[in-house]
């Protein structure tokens, strides 16, 4: 889900003022519901698990066909199963790109993103530079799916839905498992 904003009314982008992060972060959450219940069906936890009957002698029979869950999986294992192959022109040479595909284990994140954007209708993935352990001076690109339910991309009001900024938020949990913020 993306979040249209007046470019204006945005400001600095490279500096998003509270005002701003906080209407976005409320408009995400307004989503929330939907996300968290589209995550349910694909994990089998629907709402007539927790229905509870009036009449206490009566039998509260449950069946359950995750079909969610199955229809899915088929859709991704038929979208992605067969990675993408790729091939150079003559005198052409892409191992580099390759070698970093195969680092970045391109494969399994694929699937991951065609997975969220059959159970949420988006799929969200960072791309970032993390430094090499042990050497401080050198980096590697990395690729991460990002749950849609923490994530979301602000882009401007025009026709065009130009891409502003994106946030990524979180809860934080102390040792003793408690949120922290």
């Not at 359950?64 to 040479?93: E, Q, R």
């Amino acid at each position: 889900m993306a979040i249209a904003i007046d470019r204006e009314l945005a400001g600095d982008i490279n500096n998003p003022s509270a005002e701003v992060l906080k209407y976005c972060i409320e408009q995400h959450q307004k989503e929330l519901v939907r996300l968290q219940k589209l995550s349910d069906y694909y994990d089998c936890k629907h709402e007539v698990l927790e229905r509870k009957l009036e009449n206490e002698n009566a039998k509260n029979v449950k069946v359950m066909v995750n079909n969610a869950k199955y229809t899915i999986d088929k859709k991704v294992g038929f979208l992605v199963d067969n990675p993408i192959s790729y091939s150079a022109g003559k005198d052409k040479n892409i191992d580099p790109v390759l070698d970093t595909y195969e680092d970045m284990d391109v494969v399994f994140n694929d699937t991951e993103l065609e997975k969220d954007l059959s159970v949420f209708g988006i799929a969200l993935e960072l791309i970032y530079l993390r430094t090499v352990p042990g050497n401080d001076k050198e980096t590697k690109i990395r690729i991460k799916v990002i749950d849609p339910r923490g994530a979301f991309l602000v882009t401007d009001d025009t026709i065009e839905n130009s891409s502003l900024l994106a946030v990524h938020y979180y809860e934080k949990f102390g040792l003793d498992s408690k949120s922290i913020g």
